[in-house]
Structure formats: structure tokens, C-alpha cells
């Protein structure tokens, strides 16, 4: 049974580009949950979601980022005109509907984004 | 707003030794708390999970506490070793707005041989 799936692992941009990031839950989990890890700072929630809803965004910045999790596909969060200070590891976790017994989240290995 | 502290930021200690990581929160209406293990560059990796209701959990070398009353989670390593080195995060899920994880930002471990 995979663990949740990121990719890319290390992804470049120069500043104006678009990044992309794609999360694949664990098999059976329909609930995808993205954080954002700035240098030197703890882990910050972003983003929840089901398959095709955005439950909570309350984490994410107003402008420029944007969520989704189709009913087929990975969840994607989208990047437009990236910035400098959009460098970050970025974490998708997720849980299955319901939420497991101890109500804890299954994290991947995070998508590093380096803008220049 | 929930908030949480981890103390000390950094630790370097001896092989062999016995440490105790320390984690603060202001707000104790949590669901559970989560201790994570960090590498550079990789991923979390879950280690101990401790509900609301209980007071601590075991795994192998390491032992967490959760005093919910006062805000504190300790996270307890006997004969630390060098293999421990990593940055140790602490996390609470509140009960409202539960899905929102809300992270320490971490304890960096060296261990020397």
C-alpha cells in the first residue's frame, strides 16, 4: 500500500513562471490536506480537501495560489507568478473519509520549490 | 489562536544520553498531538500519537507525555544515538477546525558519536 505520493520532489522556477504540485493520497483516502514549510519555519496549514471540493483555504495566500482535487487525478496545488519568497517545502497529507480511529493525518515527503 | 512552542530549538548532546524535548500549547482543547520526526530534505515521519484522554505513549526507545491541563508534551529519547539526529516536531490538532494540524517549529537534534 503506497504512502501518499508527491511530485515533483525539487522543482525550479524563475520568478513569473507557475509551479505545479501534485499529491496522490493513500488508497482509500479522500481527504487531502496541503502545508506550506517556509526556511527556518514550522510547518503552516493551506489547504483542505475532498475529491472535487475545497472544504478549509483558509491558510492559503489570496492571490496567485490555488487548489484542486478533481474527482479523478492527484490533487494539484497551482502556483501563478511565482516569487521569491514562494520558496518553500510544500506537504500534502491525507486521511480517509471519516478520518481513521486516532485521527491522524499520513504525510508525504514534500515538493521543494526553489524560485530564482 | 492555538500556538505552539517547542523548547529548546536546537540540542546537541553525547551519544548515550537520555533527553527530554519540551512542546508548549496556549489553547487545551486538542483532539491529539503528534510527535514527528523530520531528516534534511525528506519528508515526517510520525512517531508517537497521544489522544486527548491519554497521558503518554511508548514506542521503543522514545516515550511522550501529554499533560493536557498545562499545555506540555515532553518527548522522552533513552541512549540517544547518533541515528537520532534529525529536527523533532511537535503538532496538535485542535477539536474545532480539527483538520488544521497547527506545528511547533521544531527541535533540531545533534547527536555525536
Known amino acids: 500500500n503506497a504512502g501518499v505520493m508527491q511530485n515533483p520532489r525539487h522543482l525550479v522556477r524563475r520568478r513569473g513562471q507557475e509551479a505545479r504540485l501534485r499529491c496522490s493520497p493513500m488508497?482509500?483516502?479522500?481527504?487531502v490536506y496541503w502545508y506550506r514549510q517556509l526556511p527556518e519555519e514550522g510547518l503552516k496549514f493551506m489547504v483542505y480537501?475532498?475529491?472535487?471540493?475545497?472544504?478549509?483555504e483558509s491558510g492559503m495566500p489570496k492571490e496567485r495560489f490555488s487548489a484542486e482535487f478533481p474527482k479523478e487525478g492527484p490533487s494539484i496545488l497551482r502556483i501563478q507568478q511565482v516569487v521569491r519568497g514562494d520558496s518553500a517545502a510544500y506537504f500534502c497529507?491525507?486521511?480517509?473519509?471519516?478520518?481513521?480511529?486516532?485521527?491522524?493525518?499520513?504525510f508525504g515527503e514534500g515538493s521543494r520549490l526553489t524560485v530564482l | 489562536k492555538q500556538e505552539v512552542t517547542q523548547i529548546p530549538a536546537a540540542l546537541s548532546v553525547p551519544e548515550g544520553e537520555n533527553l527530554v524535548l519540551n512542546c508548549s500549547f496556549t489553547?487545551?482543547?486538542?483532539?491529539?498531538l503528534q510527535w514527528f520526526r523530520q531528516d534534511p530534505g525528506k519528508g515526517l515521519t510520525s512517531l508517537l500519537l497521544?489522544?486527548?484522554?491519554?497521558r503518554e505513549q511508548t514506542s521503543g526507545r522514545l516515550n511522550a507525555s501529554l499533560d493536557k491541563s498545562s499545555g506540555r508534551s515532553t518527548l522522552y529519547i533513552a541512549a540517544s544515538q547518533p541515528g537520532d539526529s534529525a529536527t523533532y516536531l511537535c503538532?496538535?490538532?485542535?477539536?474545532?477546525?480539527?483538520?488544521?494540524?497547527?506545528f511547533g517549529t521544531g527541535t533540531r537534534l545533534l547527536v555525536s558519536p
Open positions: 497529507a491525507s486521511s480517509p473519509p471519516g478520518g481513521t480511529d486516532t485521527g491522524e493525518l499520513f
Open positions: 488508497k482509500g483516502h479522500s481527504h
Open positions: 480537501l475532498q475529491k472535487e471540493n475545497i472544504i478549509d
Open positions: 489553547d487545551s482543547a486538542i483532539y491529539n
Open positions: 497521544i489522544q486527548s484522554s491519554q
Open positions: 503538532a496538535v490538532r485542535p477539536r474545532t477546525g480539527f483538520q488544521k494540524l497547527v
